[in-house]
């Protein structure tokens, strides 16, 4: 069994594996393989890959999200999996900064500190709740839409600094010990939210599921961060939002098009936070997860984290 594995990715397994350069086409005396293991892969050359590898039967993406993979046509009669998990505490981290520095106005004292300025303002005295503003995560009230791994983890976080987390799922109930309720119960919990977390995966379903809808049920205070997918954001509706002042910002780490193009407004919203695409990265117990679904692929097991085509 030929594994192919990414050389994004330094990658130590007891098996027949040659590393592929993810940027170029995978070479013809390798197109025999029967595993391919993926991350951060092209569209176009993992859309080759999807036609010359005829003998391919699975695809272990080390992505949370496949989007990528699903897109690249493989056949259907290939299975591909997730590497949900790898990311939990890396995009929850990430998360968590985004959050601290939307409530302790960081990118406005970044803003102040390239221009010399001391802002008094956002300094000295405070009050320690201040009605209609969102200024810290005691008491406030937080929602996870896309309540998976990620949120599991970055939720006892938020709740430890003081805040009241309520997650978003296809079904409601209780997970990881928080209340969870589905996206038709949006419309009455959004007035009452100081947060909006997404972190929901790209499906046909959640195309631009933050809409101009979702955002009007929001307070004028309230933030929004996205660290799922940049498709499952309206980007012309949450801009209008936050220059209108109809929320008060944002911060991002996914986006439609990647790289945010320059000519993008939501770069000079002063009120609006980017980074890279740096929430993940990084997959943790990458290689505990393959080496776990090969053992299950060799006996004809169910493997870990199947996706649905």
Not at 199 to 215: G, K, M, S
Not at 223 to 231: I, L, P
Not at 240 to 247: D, K, P, W
């Amino acid at each position: 069994m030929k594994v192919l594995l990414p050389d994004t990715i330094e990658l130590d397994l007891p098996l027949d594996t040659v590393v592929y350069a993810v940027g170029e086409p995978i070479p013809d005396e390798h197109t025999d393989a029967e595993v391919l293991v993926t991350w951060g892969n092209p569209a176009g050359p993992l859309a080759d890959a999807a036609r010359r590898l005829t003998k391919l039967r699975w695809v272990q993406s080390l992505a949370a999200g496949p989007d990528m993979v699903l897109a690249a046509g493989f056949a259907p009669d290939v299975v591909v999996t997730a590497g949900l998990g790898l990311h939990d505490h890396t995009v929850a981290e990430h998360t968590l900064a985004l959050v601290l520095a939307a409530a302790r106005r960081l990118n406005l004292l970044v803003r102040a500190q390239i221009g010399h300025r001391w802002a008094e303002e956002l300094g000295g005295i405070q009050p320690a709740r201040e009605p209609g503003s969102f200024r810290t995560l005691r008491e406030a009230n937080v929602v996870i839409w896309g309540f998976g791994g990620i949120a599991g983890t970055l939720a006892p976080l938020l709740a430890a600094l003081g805040a009241r987390v309520t997650g978003v799922a296809r079904s409601a109930g209780t997970r990881h010990g928080f209340p969870v309720v589905t996206p038709d119960d949006l419309p009455s919990l959004l007035p009452g939210t100081d947060l909006l977390i997404s972190i929901l995966p790209a499906t046909p379903e959640t195309v631009r599921a933050v809409d101009a809808r979702i955002l009007s049920y929001l307070q004028p205070h309230a933030w929004v961060v996205n660290v799922g997918r940049g498709a499952t954001l309206d980007e012309v509706a949450l801009l209008n939002a936050v220059r209108s002042g109809r929320i008060a910002g944002a911060a991002l780490d996914v986006f439609a098009t990647e790289p945010l193009p320059a000519a993008s407004g939501l770069w000079d919203e002063p009120n609006v936070i980017i980074t890279p695409h740096a929430a993940g990265g990084r997959p943790i117990g990458a290689e505990q997860l393959i080496m776990e679904n090969v053992a299950a692929y060799r006996e004809g097991r169910p493997l870990r984290n199947p996706v649905s085509r």
